[in-house]
């Protein structure tokens, strides 16, 4: 992804930026990254309501969201796909605002698959926007667990059940959501993610708000194929297929069967990369 470029930058460079599946499709650039908000752990993310443990704070808006607009307004010209992190219910509200902005100012533009980077907490009434407008939650379900144990005290309960990682309430309203690690922020390893993904425990076996946990095929399928999809690598990658290209990890166990708390004792064995 192209980041910290001006706009007058991006404007003259973006084309000349592109590759798509170059290298052996090792490498692609057709994206833009923004970032709006801050971290929730350090009263970071962009909130709607100030927080509850420190309340006079709403958070930190890193960039003027007229920025984003007209980085993203430059990005749908360019044929760029455009990706937000966004951590706080109003950094989400916002880009969601502005996502939205654009693409009806742009309705011959079909097929965008435009990201929402961490979609970590999203009020309840911006939850059915993500499906409507084909705007994908670009999650990291480990963040969960391991946030969960204060997440309450920064934000106040009603807010964490209702809008805190909601996974399960994005995909019932049809919602693509993807998975991934968010290295080197937690362990690049996928086992913790999927294992949080399908649990929601915290380290201490707490189960952190448990009705919006993943099926293991649904995490499977977060982590896999729906990460092709976000790329627009679906048709080569991200599942096992005739024509697409051969990665295949060989796991210690199998994920999909053995109990829950065995899955975190999972090891890569064996690892083909396009076949090699």
Request: aromatic share 8%; hydrophobic share 40%; net charge negative.
């Amino acid at each position: 992804m192209v980041r910290g470029e001006s706009e007058s930058s991006m404007e003259a460079n973006l084309d000349r930026y592109r590759r798509v599946m170059q290298d052996n499709a090792f490498l692609t650039v057709r994206a833009i990254t923004m970032v709006l908000d801050g971290a929730l752990g350090s009263h970071g993310a962009w909130m709607l309501e100030p927080y509850d443990d420190l309340p006079t704070s709403t958070g930190l808006n890193l960039i003027p969201v007229e920025r984003l607009k007209s980085a993203a307004e430059i990005a749908i010209r360019h044929g760029y796909q455009v990706n937000t992190h966004a951590i706080g219910d109003r950094a989400n509200r916002e880009v969601l605002n502005v996502y939205e902005a654009v693409f009806q100012a742009n309705p011959d533009k079909k097929d965008l698959r435009w990201r929402d980077e961490h979609s970590q907490h999203i009020a309840p009434a911006d939850q059915p926007r993500f499906a409507r407008l084909g705007v994908i939650a670009s999650m990291r379900a480990v963040h969960a667990p391991s946030d969960g144990p204060w997440v309450p005290k920064r934000i106040g309960e009603k807010r964490a059940r209702e809008g805190a990682y909601v996974w399960r309430n994005l995909m019932n309203t049809g919602a693509i959501v993807t998975n991934g690690t968010d290295t080197p922020v937690e362990d690049v390893n996928p086992i913790p993610n999927f294992y949080s993904a399908v649990t929601r425990k915290t380290a201490d076996g707490t189960p952190f708000y448990p009705e919006q946990k993943m099926t293991r095929e649904e995490a499977l399928k977060a982590y896999t194929l729906n990460n092709a999809y976000a790329a627009f690598e679906e048709d080569f990658k991200g599942s096992l297929a005739p024509a697409k290209l051969a990665d295949i990890t060989v796991m210690s166990q199998d994920i999909m069967t053995v109990p829950e708390d065995s899955i975190p004792a999972t090891r890569a064995v064996y690892t083909i990369i396009a076949g090699q």
